[in-house]
């Protein structure tokens, strides 16, 4: 068993739904989060309107799935992100789980 996390900028969710529908992922859940970048290294000479710090409207995708859905869900994002003319991707991370009930 896996646990998949999905992050991404909130006008990819209906995007995302439709990978793990692909992916043949049945149950999942979803919550909208704040995402923070800290931008305090960027010159702020050139924009005086900028901050230290970034935030985005995000959402953040959980799932537990069998083995064989990451590799789907791997190529589905990776075709996704291959066809974006935007810097804002979708991001994924897998762990293991050791022990559920």
């Known amino acids: ?39 305090s ?3 702020n000479q050139s924009n005086w309107f900028v901050g230290d710090r970034f ?5 953040l995708f959980y799932a537990f799935v069998k083995k064989e859905c990451t ?8 075709e996704f992100n291959t066809n974006l003319e935007t810097l804002s991707k979708i991001h994924i991370s897998v762990l293991n789980i050791e022990k559920t009930n």
């Open 55 to 59: 935030e985005t409207n995000s959402i």
């Open 1 to 39: 068993m896996k646990l998949v996390l999905i992050t991404a900028v909130n006008q990819y969710k209906d995007q995302i739904k439709s990978i793990l529908h692909n992916a043949k992922v049945p149950n999942y859940s979803y919550q909208d989060v704040k995402g923070h970048k800290d931008v």
């Open 71 to 78: 590799d789907a869900l791997f190529s589905e994002i990776e």
């Open 41 to 43: 290294n960027i010159s």
